[in-house]
């Protein structure tokens, strides 16, 4: 059974205000003493990321405390096989979704490129005796910082645009190879809040070391260091900021508008294996760069 334009945008402004419900209301709702960490990370209504280092993230370097002990990291670029399945995967889906809007396709599939899988450990939520956690999230690429302000003007004058010319505007940013920042991903942490504190917010607060695996073939995983960033901290930089409205707009874009932004969360690519069966099964395609000890990165 294929549904109209008209049905489908409707579908998709409810589904949108469910899942706003959902995220505020269910969570305030039942999150209660065992859906919360031991450790308080909150200042108020928001947080600030404390194991985490970016001052030096324009060199390429970043910093983090895993394990208890502080380390600096080479931030790498995804490899060319990464990327060209990247961004076929997802002009793919656009196009998939089109034609099910025009009534000639169906819904695409979950799996693929905008589906990682991030396994994460360290924190501790009150319901379990372990810190492991895996979680599927949304994951997207984000601007280079010389073009991300101009990115989210272009999304801001369109966002009321018929789906079809917006879907449109989607699929050509992935055929500029200049857009996006080659070195990490965007995703959004929609069901933290301070009554309700997912698995994965606690692991990546307490320890930001993660891995991110892509169900598809090929199949990727990203080795990463995440920075947490909540919309209202007054200690994010300037660019995370950027990041923050970027991630929220383009979800809200894409969705419908929502009536709050979420915490957001940025990859920054370490390491990258190739998990493809039979083919790669594993291997390393983009191996860690030690950091120069330099007099820049000792201070």
Known sequence: MFIGRRTFLKFAGIASSFLFFFTVKFSGLFGGKWERGEKDCWKGETFH???????????GIISAEIDGSWKEFKVREFSKDFLKWNYSSRVKKLEEIAMMIEG???????????SGS????GGVRKDSRFTINNAVKGMGFVPVKEKLKDTISLLEKT?????????AILKKTYEDDTLFDKTRQV????????????????????????SVVFLDIP?????????????????????EKDVVHYTNLVHSYFHGKFE?????????????FDNTPGRKKGIRTVPPLPVEKTEETEK
Request: glycine share 4%; with cysteine.
């Open 219 to 239: 199949s990727f995983e990203l080795r990463c260091i995440a920075r947490l960033i909540h919309p209202d901290d007054p200690n994010a930089s300037p660019y």
């Open 260 to 272: 709050k932004q979420f915490i957001t969360t940025i990859y920054y690519v370490i390491e990258e």
């Open 104 to 114: 000639e396709g169906e819904r695409p599939g979950y799996a693929g490129s905008h």
């Open 118 to 121: 991030v396994a994460s450990y």
């Open 159 to 167: 966002i009321t645009n018929e789906m079809s010319e917006k879907l």
């Open 49 to 59: 990321q404390d194991h985490v280092n970016t001052d030096k993230i324009d060199g």
């Open 187 to 210: 995703s959004l942490e929609l069901y933290t809040t301070p009554s309700f504190e997912t698995h994965t917010f606690l692991n990546l607060m307490e320890n930001p070391a993660c």
